[in-house]
């Protein structure tokens, strides 16, 4: 006897009394890192064996792919950053979305020096089963992987996905981003500040992506963001940082590390988001979309380890008028 489900999207037929444990089997999928959820609800992994599909449930199995951003080595004389207990040599994030290839993807990883990628939760490819696997080319014992929700609109997505998230990994260190709409990939902040509330309450650090508003993001901070991550501009555009002024406040009041997420198009915009005073900077497509991506990739870590010596070394004061290297006395 057979029941129908359906899997991932598609119909499918299985003998009946098939438990979760026995499809995840049959699909020869590796269980440590993928999560199943039926009928909109998690199957915890302990339970995978016990649960027995049924006639008509709705079965999704996801793992992580290329999507968001990532983190990379500063110089040794950087102090380093922490988040949510967890200590970084890195500043500079960057994504693995829009890569050419997972390779490619790697290769840039490594010039950036990276300590943390961010990967996006999606659904296993049942179809083709030769298509590689983000975690063949970046091992998680090598970079701390930081789930994020790109392509979430509603705080109700979100949840979803993280949860589904730290089911297939572990993971409770997480980047929270709701979006209002297609056009600006602009935060939705009334959404975003629900999400984090709820995140923080099921034991989840977050990381958010919010707009370069200093009352958003204090109202954040007061929700319990593990770190604030103001937007230098919108996503994927490659503008530089906006507002400077705003940023500049948020660093000023926050307790928590501040890093500037999306618009930054080349190098010397990641210097000046560090000579802001950020704990970091997170990027993907001006590494992605570049000429040569691994050579940005250098170029940016780089920027991001003399914009941060610059802000440490404290600049010189702005002046209006000239103010001369030498001494006028003496002349000859």
Same mark, same amino acid.
């Given at each position: 006897?057979?029941?129908?489900?359906?899997?991932?999207?598609?119909?499918?037929?299985?003998?009946?009394?098939?438990?979760?444990?026995?499809?995840?089997?049959?699909?020869?999928?590796?269980?440590?890192?993928?999560?199943?959820?039926?009928?909109?609800?998690?199957?915890?992994?302990?339970?995978?064996?016990?649960?027995?599909?049924?006639?008509?449930?709705?079965?999704?199995?996801?793992?992580?792919?290329?999507?968001?951003?990532?983190?990379?080595?500063?110089?040794?004389?950087?102090?380093?950053?922490?988040?949510a207990?967890?200590r970084?040599?890195?500043?500079?994030?960057?994504?693995?979305?829009?890569?050419?290839d997972?390779?490619?993807?790697?290769?840039a990883?490594?010039?950036?020096?990276?300590?943390?990628?961010?990967?996006?939760?999606?659904?296993?490819?049942?179809?083709?089963?030769?298509?590689?696997?983000?975690?063949?080319?970046?091992?998680?014992?090598?970079?701390?992987?930081?789930?994020?929700?790109?392509g979430?609109?509603?705080?109700?997505?979100?949840?979803?996905?993280?949860?589904?998230?730290?089911?297939?990994?572990?993971?409770?260190?997480?980047?929270?981003?709701?979006?209002?709409?297609?056009?600006?990939?602009?935060?939705?902040?009334?959404?975003?500040?629900?999400?984090?509330?709820?995140?923080?309450?099921?034991?989840?650090?977050?990381?958010?992506?919010?707009s @370069?508003?200093?009352?958003? %993001? $204090?109202?954040?901070?007061? *929700?319990?963001? +593990?770190?604030?991550?103001?937007?230098? &501009?919108p996503?994927?555009?490659?503008?530089?940082?906006?507002?400077?002024?705003?940023?500049?406040?948020?660093?000023?009041?926050?307790?928590?590390?501040?890093?500037?997420?999306?618009?930054?198009g080349?190098?010397?915009?990641?210097?000046?988001?560090?000579?802001?005073?950020?704990?970091?900077?997170?990027?993907?497509?001006?590494i992605?979309?570049?000429? @040569?991506?691994?050579?940005? %990739? $250098?170029?940016?870590?780089? *920027?991001?380890? +003399?914009?941060?010596?610059?802000?440490? &070394?404290?600049?010189?004061?702005?002046?209006?008028?000239?103010?001369?290297?030498?001494?006028?006395?003496?002349?000859?």
């Amino acid at each position: 006897m057979e029941i129908a489900i359906t899997l991932n999207g598609e119909p499918r037929r299985l003998a009946a009394g098939t438990s979760v444990d026995a499809l995840v089997l049959s699909l020869e999928l590796p269980p440590g890192r993928v999560a199943v959820e039926r009928n909109r609800e998690i199957v915890p992994r302990s339970q995978w064996g016990a649960a027995v599909l049924g006639e008509g449930d709705q079965v999704e199995i996801v793992h992580f792919v290329g999507g968001g951003q990532q983190a990379a080595q500063n110089s040794a004389q950087d102090d380093g950053w922490q988040v949510a207990g967890r200590r970084f040599r890195s500043r500079l994030i960057v994504g693995t979305g829009k890569y050419r290839d997972y390779a490619q993807n790697a290769a840039a990883a490594e010039a950036a020096g990276a300590d943390i990628v961010t990967v996006a939760v999606r659904r296993v490819n049942l179809t083709d089963r030769s298509q590689p696997m983000l975690t063949e080319f970046l091992d998680p014992a090598r970079f701390t992987y930081l789930p994020n929700t790109a392509g979430c609109f509603t705080a109700e997505d979100a949840l979803r996905t993280l949860r589904l998230a730290r089911e297939a990994g572990g993971w409770t260190l997480v980047k929270l981003e709701v979006l209002a709409d297609q056009k600006t990939l602009f935060p939705d902040v009334i959404e975003t500040i629900r999400a984090t509330e709820t995140l923080v309450k099921e034991g989840f650090d977050v990381m958010v992506y919010t707009s @370069d508003d200093p009352v958003i %993001a $204090r109202r954040l901070e007061d *929700a319990g963001a +593990a770190a604030i991550m103001p937007l230098g &501009a919108p996503i994927g555009s490659g503008l530089g940082i906006q507002n400077r002024v705003n940023i500049r406040l948020i660093v000023e009041q926050a307790k928590v590390p501040v890093l500037v997420d999306a618009g930054v198009g080349t190098a010397s915009d990641a210097a000046i988001a560090m000579e802001l005073g950020c704990d970091g900077v997170l990027m993907n497509t001006a590494i992605a979309e570049a000429k @040569d991506p691994v050579r940005m %990739a $250098r170029a940016m870590k780089a *920027a991001v380890e +003399a914009g941060r010596d610059a802000y440490l &070394a404290g600049r010189m004061p702005v002046r209006r008028y000239a103010d001369p290297s030498s001494p006028l006395a003496g002349l000859i």
